[in-house]
């Protein structure tokens, strides 16, 4: 029987058939030209190159991207460097007391690593630490990480498309690094700061800020001055005036006290309570019925954004609401009711829960200030009125540098400054990239969703929109990414105009607006959390400035093959299975 006369095919080049050199000469006289100087490279579309990828910072955005990277990333090189000596960020370094999360801890948890063993509905910062240091045990995480190791500076090299790092190792030593990508993971609450108050270096007592609590420190029967009012002091306040011997706030603010966020789901009042064995016993025997109560929360947290409408009814009543608890809580005391409950939008500065702070207010042991602090003597502070309050320890619950800038300094494009390009009025893109600054990208920046809710979920769709464009770069060839000015302008636009109906931008001193309670609303997205998700969802290629590594874009088709046909488990009909064609 004679073979069947068939043509033969092969999926993949054939390696004994020389490629004609691009000048050879062609049998189609047209052809005998050269294109520009381009030339052919020899592989399949889409392979992925090889890329360097540094985040700043082993938080909850380092420990994300690490977890993710590993599993859905290839060719991708990664190393995260991180100022302190272990993993956690802010969680590590707050340990102030009553130092509690106002997000139901089954929301601030990664959606991968649901946790059925948190103890209370708001969780301690230890007891987050522990969570966060159980994830980058489970998964090994802390391979990728250099600890004790500080980025001391960044710059943009634009002719070899990399980002040129000057770091201090553990030892002092200074060593340089690179990479294609670079994330600044540090945190916007992380860079702390001390007030700016005359004669400060003067005061002889214990001077302490609430990010770097000394717990070795014994306040029993101290005088104790605790200086701001906001979410630390809040906490802090009914915490430790239970153990000193007088305790001075100085509240020259007034602040909206309020129960925790997801309320609805949190004790009486929405307060925090403890999880019985029971609740917790079936949480870890049946994954599904803690994947619903984790759904149900993080879903009750995506509703409030009407409240956060300065004219809305949600925003009336709820206002009217916590201000009659708040004066319940004073025992209606004429002088505190109207210094502490405030005359601006419920929301301006974020809401506040502070479980027995208002009660604490009323003790016998507290004298409230309300003038500010003009200048530290060395015996204690003096205020406004001249009057001087002797003190042993002074509590500065002051916050951080909310500027949206790395810690370190950052040399983009032409030179760009991002402290000065930023200034007081930083225009940056989604709050993940910004103008001149090309590859790199920020967890979070300006005009983000920091006040929406848990910041964990936040977190991961950051990840997503990042791997987007890593994966462009990868297999189309590259070199950079930068928002366009006029995108990053327009957007500024619509988001202040937008701002103009929401409580963030009541008047009032807050660090959404750089602590100054007249002027643009730098820390909020002008949308709902639901509103963020879906616009982070696809990378709009149109708002960038995309520059590539060769002159011709198009030089990642490669010689006319696909991954697909050279892979010898490859599908040859995967179109068949697109969802636009199964319809």
């Known amino acids: 029987m004679a073979p069947a006369r068939i043509i033969t095919i092969s999926s993949g080049p054939d390696r004994d058939a020389p490629i004609p050199a ?39 955005a380092g420990l994300q991207i690490a977890y993710k990277a590993e599993r859905l990333l290839e060719n991708v090189e990664l190393r995260i460097y991180e ?6 960020g802010t969680w590590l370094e707050n340990r102030y007391p009553g130092c509690t999360c106002d997000i139901p801890s089954h929301s601030y948890q990664f959606t991968w690593e649901k946790n059925p063993n948190w103890s209370h509905f708001y969780s301690s910062s230890e007891e987050i630490w522990r969570y966060f240091k159980h994830v980058s045990t489970k998964y090994d995480l802390e391979k ?3 600890f004790n190791t500080k980025v001391q500076s960044a710059r943009w090299d634009e002719d070899a498309g990399m980002w040129r790092l000057i770091v201090i190792a553990a030892d002092g030593s200074q060593f340089e690094d690179e990479c294609e990508i670079l994330v600044n993971g540090s945190g916007v609450l992380n860079t702390y700061k001390y007030p700016n108050i005359p004669g400060i270096k003067e005061f002889g007592g214990k001077l302490m800020h609430s990010a770097a609590w000394d717990g070795n420190y014994d306040l029993s029967g101290k005088t104790v001055a ?34 925790g966020f997801g309320a609805k789901y949190a004790g009486p009042g929405g307060t925090n309570f403890k999880y019985t064995d029971e609740q917790l016993e079936e949480f870890r025997k049946d994954p599904a019925r803690l994947a619903k109560y984790c759904r149900d929360i993080e879903g009750e947290l995506n509703k409030r954004f009407t409240l956060m409408h300065r004219t809305s009814k949600d925003q009336k009543a709820s206002r009217d609401l916590v201000a009659d608890i ?15 409950i405030p005359g601006f939008d419920l929301g301006c500065r974020r809401m506040t829960p502070g479980s027995g702070y208002l009660q604490s207010l009323k003790k016998d042991n507290v004298q409230v200030v309300t003038e500010s602090v003009v200048k530290f003597t060395k015996d204690g502070l003096v205020d406004d009125s001249g009057t001087e309050h002797k003190v042993d320890v002074v509590v500065c619950a002051t916050g951080f540098d909310v500027s949206f800038t790395p ?48 910041l964990l979920p936040i977190l991961e769709w950051h990840t997503r929109y990042l791997f987007q464009m890593v994966e462009k770069m990868q297999t189309e060839n590259i070199k950079a ?3 366009k000015m006029a995108a990053a302008e327009e957007l500024y636009q619509h988001t202040h105009e937008l701002m103009k109906r929401l409580v963030w931008s009541s008047p009032c001193r807050s660090w959404f ?39 011709n874009r198009f030089q990642f088709m490669g010689n006319g093959y696909t991954q697909c046909e050279l892979n010898v488990d490859g599908d040859p009909v995967w179109y068949f299975d697109d969802p636009f064609v199964l319809i």
């Open 326 to 340: 708040m004066r319940e809580h004073l025992d209606n005391d004429s002088f505190l009711t109207k210094k502490i």
């Open 407 to 454: 810690r370190f300094e950052v040399t983009g494009r032409d030179g760009a400054n991002i402290k000065e390009q930023f200034g007081e009025n930083p225009k940056a893109y989604l709050s993940i990239t910004a103008p001149n600054f090309p590859n790199m990208f920020l967890f979070i920046g300006p005009n983000g969703p920091a006040s929406h809710s848990s």
């Open 226 to 259: 605790v200086i701001g009012g906001g979410s630390s002091a809040v906490q802090i306040i009914p915490n430790i005036q239970p153990v000193v011997g007088k305790l001075i706030p100085f509240l020259r603010s007034s602040v909206w006290i309020t129960t």
């Open 144 to 146: 990728y990480v250099k």
């Open 513 to 551: 607006k750089m602590g100054k309670q007249h002027g643009p609303v730098t820390a909020i997205y002008p949308g709902s959390r639901l509103h963020y998700f879906e616009m982070l969802k696809n990378v709009r290629y149109e708002d960038y400035d995309i520059t590539y590594r060769s002159k």
């Open 22 to 60: 691009s000048d050879a000469r062609h049998e189609n006289q047209w052809y005998n030209q050269d294109f520009d100087g381009y030339r052919i490279t020899e592989q399949p579309l889409h392979a992925k190159r090889h890329i360097r990828m540094i985040c700043v910072g082993a938080g909850a």
């Open 83 to 88: 100022k302190n000596h272990d993993i956690g």
């Open 481 to 483: 990414f930068a928002p």
